[in-house]
């Protein structure tokens, strides 16, 4: 079956750090890989997405890109900002299916 | 351009009684999937409906939940009886297309915090 296995947090990090959350999948078919960001309060807004293997999908400075020999889809950003404090969704999306499969979130808290 | 409205935001009950959600799709989006998630869990995929067609409802649970999506209005999550497992955050998501090739993008609402006493 589908589903997606990613990193536990909370992770606190100190502004202008390097941030990597850690996504992997699994998917019966050909999966579109997604990261989601919920902010307090907020619903989920998409960050990036990458629809096929060695896509890089990029936004905000954050980027991710669509490993399928390692099964990996790792949310990066080299700076992280106190504004980028949120939860952070990886997710993906079967070609022949109706939903998204979602990891558990990982809260990320950025200090200044 | 308005989001995907969910109201009420909160939402608290007693066991038995009846719970309404309701989902404003995104202005063009003819849709909406509903996802729930459980204290410490991911989303997880409820149903999925288009104009007044439920077209997945892999996800629903059998008994006590039912949803809608009337030709006019917004879409209606109902779940009957409560009971303290139903607590949990339920987000509507909409899209303008119907899933394709898993590419199509799904815009989440701030979702319904239900909490069963």
């Known amino acids: 079956g589908n589903s997606v296995t990613q990193m536990e947090g909370p992770v606190t990090l100190s502004e202008e750090a390097f941030l990597t959350i850690n996504c992997t999948y699994t998917a019966t078919g050909y999966p579109s890989l997604f990261w989601y960001v919920q902010y307090p309060g907020e619903g989920l807004q998409l960050l990036l997405k990458a629809t096929k293997a060695d896509d890089k999908g990029s936004n905000k400075g954050f980027e991710a890109t669509y490993r399928k020999e390692t099964t990996s889809f790792h949310l990066e950003k080299g700076s992280v900002q106190v504004s980028d404090s949120a939860v952070y969704f990886c997710?993906?999306?079967?070609?022949?299916?109706?939903?998204?499969?979602f990891g558990t979130g990982t809260s990320l808290t950025v200090i200044p | 351009n308005a989001g995907v409205m969910q109201n009420p935001r909160h939402l608290v009950r007693r066991r038995g009684q009846e719970a309404r959600l309701r989902c404003s799709p995104m202005?063009?989006?003819?849709?909406v999937y509903w996802y729930r998630q459980l204290p410490e869990e991911g989303l997880k995929f409820m149903v999925y409906?288009?104009?007044?067609?439920?077209?997945?409802e892999s996800g629903m649970p059998k008994e006590r939940f039912s949803a809608e999506f009337p030709k006019e209005g917004p879409s209606i999550l109902r779940i009957q009886q409560v009971v303290r497992g139903d607590s949990a955050a339920y987000f509507c998501?909409?899209?303008?297309?119907?899933?394709?090739?898993?590419?199509?993008?799904?815009?989440f609402g701030p979702g319904t915090r239900l909490l069963v006493l």
């Open positions: 998501a909409s899209s303008p297309r119907a899933p394709s090739g898993g590419q199509e993008t799904q815009y």
């Open positions: 202005k063009g989006h003819s849709h």
């Open positions: 409906l288009q104009k007044e067609n439920i077209i997945d």
């Open positions: 997710a993906l999306s079967e070609w022949t299916g109706n939903q998204f499969y």
